[in-house]
């Protein structure tokens, strides 16, 4: 079979030589990953000063606080780490972590993609436009992207801290031919602290 081609391929084959090596200084980013450090949600306008600091592209950003989203997570049955970046319709940035509970079996943990959603979720972001993650997303949460409806407009990203050309891929070519949900229209849950107060 054919592989799967990454989403935004032509652009990067049409960018200048120069956008395609400009790879952000380390210390900028150990800036951004600082700015990200015990935080959940970068606010739009302290997203784009960091941007404009870096002087990268909001996907190099997206990437470089991945490794701080990771070491949030809490694998006490696995010690896998895995952090996950999601920049949302509004520009802000969520950060998401997975959650393991000891004496549970793993399928009852959070994976980093569904606590990015639900930090969304909680500070009622519209939609989601990126996702970055430092693992590939597994079987289950691809299917779990595929049932929101923002499913066919997020861009995966793949890549490391300072990657000036990351992999991007759609959910249909990481999920090819997939159960699609059949309500497509936006959901309207109002998920605040006090119904999470009342679910706990």
């Known amino acids: 079979p054919t592989p799967a081609v990454p989403y935004g391929q032509q652009q990067q084959q049409t960018a200048t030589p120069q956008a395609m090596t400009d790879i952000p200084h380390t210390e900028v980013l150990q800036q951004v990953v ?11 306008d302290e997203v784009k000063q960091l941007q404009e600091a870096a002087g990268c592209s ?16 809490r694998p006490h049955i696995s010690n896998y780490h895995v ?33 990015l959603m639900a930090n969304l979720l909680l500070h009622k972001e519209p939609s989601l436009h990126s996702l970055a993650i430092s693992a590939a997303p597994c079987g289950h949460c691809r299917q779990f992207y ?18 000036s050309n990351p992999e991007i891929f759609t959910l249909a070519q990481l999920l090819p031919a997939r159960c699609v949900a059949k309500v497509k229209q936006c959901q309207t849950n109002d998920v605040t602290p006090d119904t999470i107060q009342q679910v706990t």
């Not at 600082?34 to 739009?44: M, Q, S, T």
């Not at 049932?147 to 300072?162: H, I, K, P, S």
């Open 34 to 44: 600082a700015a990200a450090r015990g935080r959940l949600v970068i606010p739009a």
């Open 146 to 163: 595929s049932e929101l409806a923002c499913a066919d407009c997020v861009r995966f990203v793949f890549g490391y801290r300072g990657h």
């Open 83 to 115: 952090g996950a970046v999601g920049l949302g319709g509004s520009g802000a940035v969520y950060i998401g972590c997975n959650l393991e509970f000891p004496g549970n079996a793993l399928n009852q943990s959070v994976h980093a993609e569904q606590f």
């Open 58 to 73: 909001m996907d190099t950003l997206l990437l470089s606080i991945l490794e701080e989203a990771a070491h949030d997570a």
